[in-house]
């Protein structure tokens, strides 16, 4: 079965400094991987996705990440914080085959705050 | 881009009544659709797969008979949550997928509130 752990439940940057948000990974074979961002009371917007191509992902609004299988890590990245970038931030995983085919697992997420 | 119209987006309901909520893949066929709920704080649960024209398939702890899906169409998937108590109160989130794409596209969510 796949999992995935989002280290620190929050993030607080200064508007303009870099975002760093730590997703670790298990599975079992191999994983596909997305980041999504929640605001309040609405539904998931995918930020990007890993699909076994590139390594390096880039995404919406300048965010973009990296998978490691070496680390099993795909954190996400953006330069410089805007303001709007304040929301709720969830890594996923999802595999290929097996019982678990299509499903995504989610992380505990990471709230991120951005102040002036 | 591909679009998962959920409604309603909030609902309060009293203990005891059932309530449905419907998702609608307005652009694309909808094969696979995941139905998710999320407590105040915590991350999405999966609560059940169901694929176009079959039963659905539901996670380990959660109650067939009270969480209804229906999958009659590629377009269209319900979720009936029935008798509800307090507890069910909570963020109803869908997720379509098309075929075996890698791409999941997700409903605005529904806030259930039972009274």
């Known amino acids: 079965a796949q999992s995935v752990t989002q280290l620190g439940s929050h993030v607080s940057v200064s508007e303009g400094a870099l975002v760093l948000l730590r997703c670790n990974y298990s599975?079992?074979?191999?994983?596909?991987l997305f980041w999504y961002v929640q605001y309040p009371n609405q539904g998931l917007q995918l930020l990007l996705k890993?699909?076994?191509?590139?390594?390096l992902v880039k995404g919406i609004n300048d965010f973009e990440a990296e998978f490691k299988k070496s680390e099993t890590s795909f954190h996400l990245t953006k330069p410089s914080a805007h303001m709007s970038d304040a929301a709720e931030y969830f890594c996923a995983v999802s595999v290929s085959g097996g019982t678990s085919y299509g499903k995504l697992t989610f992380g505990q997420g990471t709230i991120l705050t951005v102040h002036p | 881009g591909a679009v998962v119209s959920q409604h309603p987006s909030r609902v309060i309901c009293k203990s005891g009544t059932s309530v449905k909520i419907e998702c609608r893949s307005l652009?694309?066929?909808?094969?696979?659709m995941f139905w998710y709920r999320q407590f105040p704080k915590q991350s999405l649960m999966l609560m059940a797969t169901s694929n176009e024209g079959s039963k659905a398939t539901y996670e380990q702890g959660v109650e067939k008979d009270k969480f209804l899906i229906n999958h009659a169409s590629l377009t269209l998937s319900t979720l009936t949550v029935t008798s509800a108590h307090p507890e069910d109160s909570s963020f109803y989130i869908c997720s379509a997928r098309e075929g075996t794409a890698r791409g999941y596209t997700f409903g605005s969510g529904t806030r259930l509130t039972v009274v």
């Open positions: 652009d694309f066929q909808a094969t696979t």
């Open positions: 599975s079992s074979v191999p994983p596909y």
């Open positions: 890993y699909t076994s191509a590139a390594t």
